[in-house]
């Protein structure tokens, strides 16, 4: 069965770097997802996504996983995501990655995965 979902909103990168850091890790996650990398409206150091679409459950989830892996490089925004089955329910994924993890990469002088700050 497929069933409504939409995905909405915009993911804002500090510099080029982090931007094709975001991108690199979604098209890594893609797989049994509504979203892919043809979707993503890509303007400087801007990723805007709009989509609105009936698709299998299961495919909420796993797009949801990979937007945040997206967004994980953002330094501002979120996805906006709605899923209707018996009511709507609504999420959003955000921008950034832990507290934890950037208080640890700054520690060693750099971020994750060898990025230079």
Excluded: K
Excluded at 50 to 57: G, K, L
Aim: net charge negative; proline share 3%; charged share 20%.
């Amino acid at each position: 069965m497929s069933y409504d979902q939409t995905f909405r909103g915009v993911f804002e990168y500090p510099d080029a770097h982090h931007l094709e850091a975001g991108i690199d890790a979604f098209v890594a996650r893609l797989g049994d997802t509504v979203v892919d990398l043809s979707d993503l409206e890509i303007d400087g150091l801007t990723i805007a996504i709009e989509q609105s679409c009936s698709a299998p459950a299961g495919m909420y989830e796993e797009t949801q996983i990979a937007l945040r892996e997206l967004g994980h490089y953002a330094a501002s925004g979120w996805i906006d995501t709605t899923f209707v089955l018996d009511g709507t329910s609504h999420d959003h994924v955000g921008s950034g990655r832990p507290a934890s993890d950037r208080a640890a990469a700054s520690a060693v002088g750099g971020v994750l995965r060898g990025e230079a700050r």
